[in-house]
């Protein structure tokens, strides 16, 4: 082999070795954790609000996730902390925290081995509106809150003036006086049995026609034994 030749594949190993670190390297980097592949999101659970964080990382690698309130004065508060190893498709964890409307909070990534160890900028910025569920937002007033109804008031209906009756002309009947006679009392027995007031007189008449008959049959036998004797 001539050293022209020796040369040439020397060089061809090198760009060759070169070629290949350079792929290894970009495969590298593209599975490596980034804190681009971290996002925080402030949303509702319910009526409560929670900080849900979604890693993206493809390389898989666990990160502690820790998320801290800012007050106006710049002093902080630890909320909660968690653990999450990403994913291709996404990796999310939540972190309870009943937020109020446009808080700042500082949500702090940390990787393992120290790959990444930074803050998600920006900082996460809470909606003006808080959680709310639809009871809360249109409450039913109860009985004893609840505006009762006005009765309306009602126009007296006029007196109906009584139309003049037939009956007004006509003469009423006298009233009989506290000074006339009543009735006998053997009248009323009377008019209660339907006897007549000519009872007595009828009985009178059968007992005359009685003893007439009978003073003709007594004289009518004493003459037939007057005619027979002689």
């Known amino acids: 082999m001539t050293r022209r030749s020796a040369r040439r594949s020397v060089r061809i190993v090198g760009v060759a070795s070169a070629s290949a670190a350079i792929v290894l390297g970009l495969s590298g980097s593209a599975l490596a954790c980034d804190i681009r592949d971290f996002k925080a999101e402030a949303e509702c659970d319910g009526d409560k609000g929670v900080i849900v964080v979604t890693d993206t990382d493809a390389s898989g690698t666990p990160a502690t996730v820790t998320v801290f309130l800012a007050d106006k004065s710049g002093v902080e508060t630890k909320v909660g902390e968690r ?97 006339a006679p009543s009735p006998a009392a053997g009248d009323s027995n009377l008019a209660q049995t339907g006897a007549s007031s000519n009872t007595g007189l009828t009985a009178g008449l059968a007992a005359a026609l009685v003893v007439v008959g009978g003073g003709a049959v007594f004289f009518g036998m004493r003459r037939r034994g007057t005619r027979g004797n002689g």
């Not at 393992?112 to 930074?118: F, L, S």
């Not at 809470?126 to 249109?138: G, L, R």
């Not at 004893?144 to 003469?171: G, H, L």
Request: aromatic share 2%; hydrophobic share 25%.
């Open 83 to 179: 653990t999450v190893k990403g994913s291709k498709e996404g990796a999310s964890v939540t972190v309870p925290e009943d937020w109020k409307p446009n808080a700042t909070y500082r949500v702090h990534i940390t990787a393992e081995r120290k790959i990444v160890d930074e803050d998600i900028a920006p900082d996460l910025v809470t909606p003006s509106v808080a959680c709310t569920t639809e009871e809360s937002k249109s409450p039913t007033p109860t009985g004893s809150t609840a505006p009762k109804p006005t009765p309306a008031k009602s126009t007296p209906a006029e007196p109906a003036t009584p139309a003049p009756s037939d009956s007004a002309s006509q003469v009423a009947p006298a009233t009989p006086s506290d000074n």
